[in-house]
């Protein structure tokens, strides 16, 4: 199992320097140090742990502060099940969850998640008639008083508000259509997607404030992750770190240059970790832009962020 220890050192002139070391570890259950950040990949298609499965779709555990956080849930609740417990990671022990959007290779890990969870509390996107469940005034539709009782809907007298169901009925869902804080540092963004194929796509991201900055978790990064970069800036300028899926998979050369460029030269992000639906050739390029300060994001992996507790 490959675990990467990052390590936090300050000079007196409070020159932070933040460096990266590999290192073999045996496989302990995952457990933050207090007043540390760490996020552990549980779901993805390549790594280079065995005994976790490589599956399209992704899933991480962020640890901060003493908070245990599942971000998304992967494609398949049996592989989501065999990698946590190949980590060591116990999912009925979470303070919350999130779900970034919609999508099977998001979401696909649900059942196992409400099965040795059951109550747990999960932030999703709110979206009208969505899986995860919506509501809407009933002014939403028109009405005609000429029709006949049987004719109009809820014989005429609609409720004030009308509510539609979820995949998962008994599922604990907090639903969200606006930037949120969910506790001290800890932020939810929300951004709706305007690309074809995905318009109208409303999609959450996590941003961590620690003291070294922005710790950014995307899960597929459909609105532009460039997008989440600059709504996370709006909280603190300085990005950390940015992890999770970019979504640059089929997208061309010339494009993925444009992406690289505004995450290294126009927001000055620190470090990326990128997985999932990045894409190969995305690898490549941010891998070349960002040289030791690309972190390797495979299935398995886990950094550790420590910082000064506040």
Known sequence: MQRYSCVMSQSFAALVLFTCTAKLLAAPPVSALPGSAQITVLYDAFGKTPVMQKDWGYSALIEYDGKRILFDTGNNPGILEQNAKAKGVDLSKLDFAVVSHRHGDHIGGLPYLLKVNPTVKIYAPKESFGVFGADLPSTFY?????????????????????????????????????????????????????????????????????????????????????????????????????????????????????????????????????????????????????????????????????????
């Open 142 to 310: 028109r009405k005609d008083p000429s029709l006949a009782q049987e004719q109009r809907y809820y014989d005429g007298n609609p409720p004030e508000l009308m509510r539609f169901g979820s995949a998962w009925p008994a599922a604990n869902f907090q639903l969200i259509d606006k930037n949120t804080q969910l506790a001290p540092d800890i932020h939810l963004i929300t951004l709706v997607s305007d690309k074809p194929g995905t318009l109208e796509l409303r999609e959450l991201s996590l941003a961590i404030n620690t003291p070294e900055g922005i710790v950014i978790v995307v899960g597929c990064s459909h609105p532009g992750v460039d997008k989440i970069v600059a709504a996370a800036a709006t909280i603190n300028p300085r990005i950390r770190l940015v992890a999770g899926g970019f979504h640059l998979v089929v997208t061309s050369d010339a494009d993925i240059e444009k992406i690289v460029t505004a995450l290294h030269d126009t927001f000055k992000v620190e470090y990326v970790a990128p997985g999932h639906c990045t894409g190969e050739p995305a690898f490549a390029a941010l891998r070349k832009a960002f040289g030791d300060r690309y972190l390797y994001a495979g299935l398995g992996t886990t950094f550790e962020l420590p910082h000064t507790p506040k």
